[in-house]
């Protein structure tokens, strides 16, 4: 693992919370560590509801269960759910060491 992806890695164990994401039927979920950098002042500026919700996840967890996010999923954080509208792969060379979680919501 690249000292990059060690780095992203250690730090979302270090200052990540339990999330759980599930499929919008909630047929499958899986409990990950996720870390939800602060917004941005300009996001700030615009407005906190207007601003999407990005969640970083290691693949630890989404490995071990075969889970694979995807849009319309729905991600809680503590009392706040999310609907994903995007989830980006991350790559460390060819191997797949995280996942980037874009959503809305937060009802």
Request: charged share 20%; hydrophobic share 35%; aromatic share 6%.
């Amino acid at each position: 693992m690249s000292a990059g992806a060690s780095r992203r890695r250690r730090q979302i164990l270090r200052v990540g919370r339990s999330m759980v994401l599930s499929r919008a039927d909630l047929s499958e979920s899986v409990t990950v560590t996720g870390y939800a950098p602060p917004q941005q002042a300009s996001q700030l500026a615009e407005g906190a509801g207007k601003a999407p919700f990005i969640a970083q996840i290691t693949a630890d967890e989404t490995a071990r269960s075969g889970y694979v996010p995807r849009p319309r999923d729905e991600l809680r954080d503590g009392l706040k759910t999310y609907t994903l509208t995007d989830a980006s792969p991350v790559y460390d060379r060819a191997t797949l060491c995280g996942w980037t979680l874009i959503a809305s919501g937060g009802s």
